[in-house]
Each structure stands twice: as C-alpha cells, then as structure tokens.
C-alpha cells in the first residue's frame, strides 16, 4: 500500500461524493490548501483538522490519523493528563512491544477489568 496521505483523502472524498469545495467549506479551509493536501504538495493537515475531515467524510477518524502518522488529539489529551500512562508508553517502546504484546496488554487488562468503567460496574 504506498498510497499517500493526499490520494487516500481524494479517494475517500470522492468515494463519499463530496466535492473538494464542499469538503473545505465543512472543515473549514479553503479549496486550495485541501488541494495542495490532495495532490501531497504540503504535508497531512493539523490532528484537529484530520478529526473534522473524517466526520465529514463519514470514516473512523483512527485510520486517517494512522495514514497521516498523526495522534488521535483525545489520545494526546489524556497521555497529557496522565503521566503514568506516559511512562508506560516510554517503556513499550524501549522494550519494542509489537502487535502481539499490545493484543496480550488489552487481553490482560480486560481480564483484570482494569480501568474505572468496570470498577464503577462491579459495585
């Protein structure tokens, strides 16, 4: 898959039948600079505005952050407010956790039901 940021954007917003112009007014931007994006003469827009491209598009926001290599802002927003959190994505790194580690975390965290949510629930 080498498609790029700018022609996975044009495909999708073609593929939503939403003209370029109609796009730029929704997030707004200019029709210009959606182009540039479009055609990759400038780099994958700001994580906001990546967040209001995929809502008007009607697409899960993940996958066009992931084609940018941008970070989910609520993501960003919550790593920020927990320093542990942080931390532990310093050590998965420098451990180079992969796919199957992270699968085996979420398994292990739902099994402990980890988390306020499901503590909340147990009561």
Request: aromatic share 4%.
């Amino acid at each position: 898959m080498n498609d790029t940021f700018g022609k996975k954007l044009r495909d999708l917003r073609v593929n939503a039948d939403i003209g370029l112009r109609e796009l730029a007014r929704l997030i707004n931007k200019s029709p210009g600079y959606l182009s540039d994006v479009e055609h990759d003469h400038v780099p994958p827009p700001s994580e906001d505005v990546i967040v209001k491209i995929a809502a008007a598009l009607g697409v899960d926001k993940k996958d066009l952050l992931a084609m940018a290599k941008k970070m989910d802002p609520e993501i960003s927003n919550y790593v920020a407010r927990e320093p542990e959190a942080a931390d532990f994505l310093r050590m998965a790194r420098d451990k180079h956790f992969d796919s199957e580690d992270w699968e085996t975390l979420t398994n292990l965290a739902q099994a402990a039901k980890l988390g306020q949510a499901d503590k909340i629930r147990k009561k």
